[in-house]
């Protein structure tokens, strides 16, 4: 997660760089699934399945005990819950989960899912997030994420006795809350760093040639394959020049109905 948010806020520094890290990762080619079931897909199935299974043996009490320690045990909790919902959303919202022509074209598609192609990476991603319902369900998802890891390690570091001591939990709890609002910045340059990319036409337009040059290039050098799956559509013409903001965000749905597949190929 660190990682992904990292790369994904790299988008400051322009969609070029954005578009360089995603497909620096890419570039793993056939070792990709395998890669990402190794550590994303399976972990995370792990870590949701194993958690559901505390918190149905869980306690929460802070109604009878209301101690800081008490909140956060139940926060833990609830954040877990809406990490793992949003995790789903987010995974069919970028990939549609599987990768299977019907299920894309019959009910991802025609429910706003899919939308992410690695070779156009910031103008995709950029679009899939103009919708502010999206950015506001990116923008809970996220802060539980945070929340989750940063206070996770905490109570990790007590239940493997690496803080014992008040003191050292007390250090320890500066430690992760520093670390959860660095992870906050990064987040929110990550989402309003890739909306604001493309939130106009003319940058949209842009941005997407800048992403077709960069790929043509890598893929004349041998880095990256071309893969149309890949791929955006292009972009309809009224955006290169002089449509209104809206136009552009209708361009949401880039095309390819066979596009990629859950693990991101
Ligand atoms: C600013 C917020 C975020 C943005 C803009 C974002 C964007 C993206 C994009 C563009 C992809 C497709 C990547 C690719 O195929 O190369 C993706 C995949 C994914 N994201 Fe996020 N993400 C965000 C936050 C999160 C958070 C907080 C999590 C929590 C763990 C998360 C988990 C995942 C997972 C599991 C995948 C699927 C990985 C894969 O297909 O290999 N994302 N995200």
Request: charge should be negative; aromatic fraction near 10%; proline fraction near 5%.
């Amino acid at each position: 997660m660190v990682v992904h948010l990292i790369v994904n806020s790299s988008v400051i520094n322009g969609a070029a760089t954005f578009q360089n890290n995603v497909l620096n990762i890419h570039k793993l080619g056939a070792l990709l699934p395998l890669v990402e079931w190794t550590f994303i897909f399976i972990p995370i199935l792990f870590h949701m399945i194993f958690g559901f299974v505390i918190i149905a043996g869980g306690m929460p009490n802070p109604h009878n005990y209301p101690y800081a320690a008490n909140y956060r045990y139940t926060l833990q909790r609830a954040t877990g819950m809406i990490a793992a919902v949003f995790i789903a959303i987010h995974v069919f919202h970028m990939h549609g989960w599987i990768h299977n022509e019907s299920w894309l074209h019959y009910v991802v598609e025609p429910l706003g899912g899919a939308q992410f192609r690695a070779y156009n990476a910031t103008s995709t991603a950029g679009l899939a997030l103009q919708n502010v319902v999206m950015v506001v369900i990116y923008a809970i998802g996220i802060t539980a994420c945070v929340y989750h890891l940063a206070n996770g390690i905490w109570t990790m570091g007590i239940t493997w006795g690496v803080w014992t001591s008040p003191q050292a939990q007390r250090r320890a709890s500066y430690v992760c809350t520093a670390f959860g609002l660095l992870m906050m910045l990064i987040s929110a340059t990550a989402l309003f760093g890739i909306r604001a990319s493309v939130d106009t036409p003319a940058k949209l337009q842009d941005v997407r040639n800048e992403e077709d040059r960069i790929v043509e290039l890598k893929i004349a050098t041998g880095d990256i394959q071309a893969n149309p799956h890949k791929e955006a559509a292009p972009l309809d013409e009224s955006t290169e020049d002089g449509a209104t903001e809206d136009d552009a965000a209708e361009e949401k749905s880039p095309a390819e109905p066979a596009a990629t597949n859950a693990a991101g190929n």
